[in-house]
């Protein structure tokens, strides 16, 4: 673990360094029973997953542990996974295990210590080696050293980088949701494009299936059934190109993604997907894994693979299975106790109607949806970029200031 090694610029020259056992007292979280979690009865339970934001998921029903008891503005640092700190805006609350409570002495300014904290938590991520989930403990905690100016020094950095940082986070929000307005319309160009088609004056007449409603009059409906073939032919020698098949990416070549699961020692036996099939996660079919590959390759045999027939171009059916009404509707057929269970086998997929368009005007979705959708992929990998530059700009302006690396300008 480290000490003061994220400290990597001499600091000035009234400055020192300090441990934070020796000015910050930590209080771990209590292992309260799950037993006892409730929606609404009790007091919040704040967990790993609740650090930044302002209410709790849920309550404890049993009698409260005081030394677990925090309140808003106490800082927070997550245990697993990737360790963060955050300040606590919920209320009065309980700190779940695997979380501990940094309460600062009256020498640190607790705004100050929230700034510095995240620089040696990256570092100590960095350098603890896991093949499963991180943990940190509170005596890794306890060995960071951190720069230690003067109080009013502190008081004044942390004014300093209050002002900053809101008018870099307030940008940041910006583009943020810009981002969600680039992705609501380009699901809105693929959902009309492939259920009304590119004539807004064709006329239209009802579909008769609740998911389509009213489509154009010369378009045809049929059941999957009629326009799909199930494909079960299982590799030889499992060597074949390993194919993902993921709600966010479609149908992918596992080489192409960072994935970090379990892998089967032999995939010998797993499914055959050719490009142009319907890959279909069985399992997360409600969320809409399924998608049209692209290359050949293989898939798991817990998987479904369909060959779409004559009637309809793969990359029309891709476009068609990627929006969220498919989504739903595929939902109404698949079968599990829980909804974050259910599976879609083929005779429900083969339960679902289509809209058929003529082929020709199933080229002309497909090339416009890929013109649209370019432009704004375009424009959200630059907007991606800039918030990563803010980010990065943020960063090193904390990091700067913490460790005393240029003057505070005085307030105005």
């Not at 640190?108 to 990256?122: C, E, K, M, N, S």
């Not at 239209?204 to 073939?229: K, N, Q, T, Y």
């Not at 009637?311 to 974050?340: C, H, M, N």
């Amino acid at each position: 673990m480290i000490g003061g090694e994220w400290i990597r610029t001499p600091l000035p020259n009234k400055w020192r360094t300090a441990r934070l056992r020796d000015h910050v007292r930590i209080t771990n979280g209590y292992p309260f029973d799950s037993k006892q979690f409730s929606d609404s009865d009790g007091m919040p339970l704040v967990r790993i997953r609740d650090i930044f934001s302002r209410e709790a998921e849920v309550f404890f029903s049993g009698e409260p542990v005081p030394e677990a008891i925090i309140e808003s503005g106490d800082i927070l640092v997550g245990m697993d996974g990737d360790f963060n700190a955050a300040m606590w805006k919920g209320g009065r609350a309980l700190l779940n295990q695997r979380v501990c409570r940094l309460e600062p002495e009256p020498t640190v300014d607790r705004r100050f210590l929230l700034y510095l904290l995240p620089a040696p938590l990256r570092l100590i991520n960095e350098f603890t080696y896991s093949t499963t989930v991180k943990h940190l403990s509170s005596f890794d905690i306890q060995k960071i050293h951190f720069p230690f100016p003067d109080i009013a020094t502190q008081t004044a950095i942390a004014d300093y980088l209050d002002n900053e940082t809101a008018d870099i986070d307030a940008l940041i929000a910006a583009k943020q949701k810009l981002l969600d307005l680039m992705a609501e319309k380009r699901r809105a160009i693929v959902s009309e494009t492939v259920m009304r088609g590119l004539d807004p004056t064709a006329p239209l007449r009802p579909s008769g299936i609740d998911w389509l409603g009213d489509i154009p009059a010369h378009w045809e409906v049929e059941r999957s059934r009629w326009l799909f073939s199930k494909r079960d032919q299982r590799s030889q020698t499992g060597e074949e190109e390993m194919l993902t098949v993921s709600h966010l990416t479609g149908v992918t070549p596992r080489s192409e993604k960072d994935v970090n699961m379990f892998e089967a020692e032999s995939t010998a036996g797993y499914k055959l997907c050719f490009a142009g099939d319907l890959a279909i996660n069985t399992l997360w079919a409600w969320m809409g894994a399924m998608g049209t590959a692209r290359v050949d390759g293989i898939v798991s045999p817990a998987y479904n693979v369909y060959t779409p027939g004559p009637r309809l171009l793969p990359d029309y059916v891709d476009a068609l299975v990627r929006i969220p009404v498919f989504a739903q509707e595929v939902t109404r057929f698949s079968k599990g106790v829980w909804s974050s269970r259910l599976r879609l086998y083929p005779e429900g997929f083969f339960e679902t109607w289509w809209p058929v368009p003529p082929l020709d005007e199933q080229q002309q979705i497909v090339e416009h949806i890929s013109t649209e959708t370019a432009k704004i992929d375009r424009l959200r990998t630059a907007t991606e970029n800039s918030i990563a530059l803010l980010k990065e700009r943020r960063t090193a302006l904390i990091a700067a200031a913490v460790t005393g690396q240029f003057e505070i300008p005085e307030a105005a």
